[in-house]
């Protein structure tokens, strides 16, 4: 089949490099000059393992285009896939207006190019009822007919992407239409037809399952770094409990590792976009705002305990933060609890230093200047007054 995938990120490139892997021809439109023109020279923007040698693999075997832009040629493909940035907006709301650029985009492009319909999906996490505001976009376009409008949430965790492409626990596709569906199933062949279940629903359970998935992930994590906390006053012992909690199958292991908090693309806006949705159709989501409100007390408690362990104040003392990435094997800093760290050190007087695996780069876009890089651990702990290790 022929795709085309709008945004060469996280999501659009992974998903592209993977659906050429499986043998579709696809292209993938980047529109950041920058990362275009690395694509092009067949380097990936960001780290991600597995990713590089593939894309290599099916760039050569012709499988995989890069393109600056949307074309009209991108009509001649099966499906066109939305998978930009939903970032988080000051008010907590998702940020649609990459999502929104793009559609217009190819709604402006499908009123002057002679086609015969084309499957448009949404991949990126948007807020319920985006997918029927498309609808309503396409079909002010007297377009209806051509362009077929679908949900296709996507559940890759960085840093494993490539994995999980190929071995979805579930895929969930929303839409109206049993034969959009039918298209679905064609372009996953081979990934769901043994284990991996596809799912046919609505637009809006497509659109509301991803945010419940990662609120509910999020939650789990508020609630054992909320235990952690007793358990520090209590005597008890954070990792056994949450050990022997994990054995109750109802429960489950995952997802109950105490930490500094949740961070990362994903969590952090994703409960704030529920949050929002929430308040919007006047339900109170009681326990998604408890579950963001102690995610946000979490680095302070680890703060002032590492003041504590320096007198009192951070002041003078030089901090070696050992790890700066969201999570291990992946270059994104976006939301990462390290990142917190370091401004609340910052701002209390601290000399910083640090090193990660893969972060170094993007972790010196952000600060520039005012924290010392090192590449490795040892060098990096060299005269420093603490070592906080903000590893998984
Ligand atoms: N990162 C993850 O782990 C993950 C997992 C599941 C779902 N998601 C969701 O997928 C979406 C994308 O996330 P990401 O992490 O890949 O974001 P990203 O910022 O890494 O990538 C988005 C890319 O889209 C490009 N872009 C924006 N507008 C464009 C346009 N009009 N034409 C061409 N390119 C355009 C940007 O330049 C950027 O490179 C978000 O909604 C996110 O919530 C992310």
Partial sequence: ????????????????????????????IENDHKKYTLLQS?????????????????????????????????????????????PMSDSGEADMSYLFNAVSEIIAAAKTTDFDSVVLTTKSTVPVGTGRKIKELVQEAQL??????????????????VYDFFHPDRIIIGTDSTTV???????????????????????????????????????KISFINELALLC???????????????????????????????????????THALQYIGKNQ????????????????QIHYCFTQLKTLLNGSAQGNTVTILGTSFKPNTDDIRESASLKLIDLL?????????????????????YGNKVTPFSSTYDAAENSDAIVLMTE
Avoid: W
Wanted: charged fraction near 20%.
């Fill in 232 to 270: 520090d006053k209590v005597g008890a012992d954070i990792k056994e409990t949450a050990k022997l909690m994990g054995m109750d199958g109802r429960i489950g292991k995952y997802f109950l590792n105490p930490s500094p908090g949740y961070g990362g693309s994903c969590f952090p806006k994703d």
């Fill in 282 to 297: 006047d339900v109170n989501l009681n326990v998604v705002n408890a579950a963001i409100h102690a995610n946000n007390q």
């Fill in 346 to 366: 910052l701002s209390d007087g601290a000399k910083i230093q640090f090193t990660d695996p893969k972060a170094i780069d993007n972790t010196m876009d952000l």
């Fill in 181 to 219: 569906f039918e298209i679905f199933k064609q372009l996953y062949k081979g990934l769901h037809k043994d284990t991996r279940p596809i799912a046919h629903v609505s637009l809006e359970t497509a659109e509301l399952s991803k945010y419940a998935s990662n609120t509910f992930l999020a939650t």
């Fill in 42 to 86: 067949k380097e990936v923007p960001f780290f991600e393992p597995e990713l590089s040698e593939k894309l290599s693999h099916v760039y050569d075997a012709k499988r995989l285009s890069i393109s600056p832009s949307f074309t009209p040629d991108d009509f001649n493909s099966d499906v066109i896939i939305l998978a930009v940035g939903t």
């Fill in 1 to 28: 089949m022929k795709i085309s995938i709008i945004g060469g990120g996280y999501v659009g490139l992974v998903s592209a490099v993977c659906f050429a892997d499986m043998g579709h021809f696809v292209t993938c």
């Fill in 144 to 161: 209806s007919d051509k362009i077929l409008v679908a949900s296709n949430p996507e559940f890759l965790r960085e840093g494993s992407a």
